[in-house]
């Protein structure tokens, strides 16, 4: 099981630039998505894992933790260091954080 964090630790996170990596589906990433975070869906995550910013901590996000689990997981074996956003997207709207809509 790999590490969570609460939305509050995300949101300071968040605002001092760290990276967040969204693991939803692109149909749910274009619905509605946390500025500036990187789409990768989960599936898709080890053949890309090249693609996630190293030498700092990445934030996995997801509709609502389930999926950023697994993700920030599999990037931990991986060596980044990874959290998941316990709540995920849902959560993070509900907190009053900004999304936005569209494909990356």
Request: hydrophobic share 45%.
């Amino acid at each position: 099981m790999s590490p969570e964090v609460d939305l509050a630790r995300f949101a300071e996170a968040y605002r001092d630039g760290a990276t967040v990596v969204d693991v939803r589906e692109p149909d749910e990433f274009s619905a509605g998505h946390v500025p500036d975070a990187l789409p990768i869906p989960l599936g898709r995550l080890l053949g890309r894992i090249s693609e996630v910013p190293r030498g700092g901590a990445v934030y996995v996000i997801c509709a609502s933790g389930n999926r950023s689990r697994a993700g920030a997981a599999l990037l931990r074996r991986a060596g980044i260091e990874a959290y998941s956003v316990a709540g995920g997207t849902k959560g993070w709207v509900r907190a009053g954080g900004q999304v936005v809509a569209g494909a990356a």
